[in-house]
């Protein structure tokens, strides 16, 4: 993940729907037309029924570079392109606000059309994402905030433990949100889930300094595990695994990739190969586990074979 972007989090300038839909419109146009010069980009906004002024214009792209580390270059002949170096950030921008959007037209749908509810589905949202443990966290995070909160592991009999940290992240990964923070005591990466297990939060007035190297490994797994790879396998850096996947399975994998390193190494009329770079996990294994026989693990070999115990396991389970 690039530097760029981190010093200020999401501007909150960007603070309602509409916010949110002008800068999507504005990225897509610089993205579309060529060239893409600012008189064209503020035509396609009006056409989109978003009038803006030049000065507007050049506010956007302001807070795209200071506030989402999303960088515009200018070429006299090409007009305004995204700089390379911010696709990972323009990519999380899409995939988040794109999230946003969507959950803020269904809500809206529902407070107009309460008869809409007996056709919307959802998971059961966990106790621990109260808005009253969630606003201090993003709060947090924004102002580089140290936090306190309590929090007591599932199982276990002791009383609950203080902790005093300082949040980087938030993730949500199946169905489930995660604050992962830098335990100073510790001198590394901590990982909490945000649920009924979590309480008393509260933001403290000490800021402190980001080390995103302590988070380097959180982008170089599937899902949340970093730690799981030194344990199993003496691993601490990617490895490459390479898998193959049944033709009727290829849209799918390629729709929802395993990790965003994923890419497509060979091809036939029986399926496609496919390699990421990652540090192997216990979500990895889970994320091949659900895919059943329509995929096959091909390679490193330790992986390959830590995966054939992991079914011989689940198989004698069902021998009595």
């Known amino acids: ?41 503020q035509n396609y906004l009006e056409e989109q029924g ?7 214009f050049h506010r ?22 995204i700089q390379k170096e911010s696709q990972e950030e323009l990519e999380r921008f899409m995939d988040l606000t794109g999230l ?47 936090i306190e909160l309590s929090y ?27 604050l992962f923070s830098y335990a100073p005591w510790l001198e590394r990466a901590m990982t909490l889930a945000i649920d009924n297990r979590m309480t008393n939060v509260q ?13 380097k490994k959180l982008f170089q797994v599937v899902g949340l595990n970093y730690a799981q790879a030194e344990y199993d396998f003496n691993i ?19 729709a929802l990739p395993i990790h965003p390193t994923q890419t497509m190494t060979k091809q ?8 990421i770079e990652v540090i192997p996990n216990y979500e990895l294994v889970q994320a091949f586990l659900r895919m059943g026989n329509q995929a096959k693990i091909l390679s490193p070999s330790f992986f390959v074979d830590y995966f054939k115990a992991c079914v011989k396991g689940v198989l004698e389970r069902y021998r009595h």
Not at 116 to 141: C, D, H, N, W
Not at 236 to 254: C, H, L, T
Not at 268 to 275: A, D, E, P, T
């Open 152 to 178: 007591h592991k599932y199982g276990a009999d002791e009383a609950k433990n203080y902790y005093q940290l300082e949040p980087h992240y938030i993730k949500k990964y199946l169905g489930r949100w995660y």
């Open 60 to 81: 956007i792209r302001k807070n795209l570079e200071e506030g989402l580390g999303i960088v515009l270059e200018h070429d006299k002949r090409l007009g305004y392109r």
């Open 50 to 56: 978003d009038l803006i002024s030049e000065s507007t």
């Open 236 to 254: 601490s850096e990617p490895v490459g695994i390479e898998f193959w996947v049944q033709a009727n399975y290829v849209d799918y994998i390629e």
């Open 268 to 275: 036939n009329s029986k399926g496609k190969n496919f390699r």
């Open 100 to 146: 946003a959007i969507r959950e803020g037209q269904i809500k809206q749908a529902l407070l107009n059309e309460p008869d809409l509810f007996q056709y919307v589905l959802m998971e059961k949202t966990l106790a621990g994402e109260r808005k009253e443990i969630l606003s201090p966290i993003l709060k947090a995070l924004l102002k580089k905030k140290k």
């Open 1 to 41: 993940m690039s530097k760029k972007g981190q010093n200020t989090g999401y501007s909150t300038s960007i603070s309602s729907i509409g916010m949110i839909e002008r800068y999507i419109h504005f990225l897509e146009a610089v993205q579309t037309l060529k060239p893409a010069t600012r008189i064209r980009i």
């Open 203 to 215: 933001v403290k007035h000490e800021s402190f300094t980001r080390k995103e190297d302590a988070f």
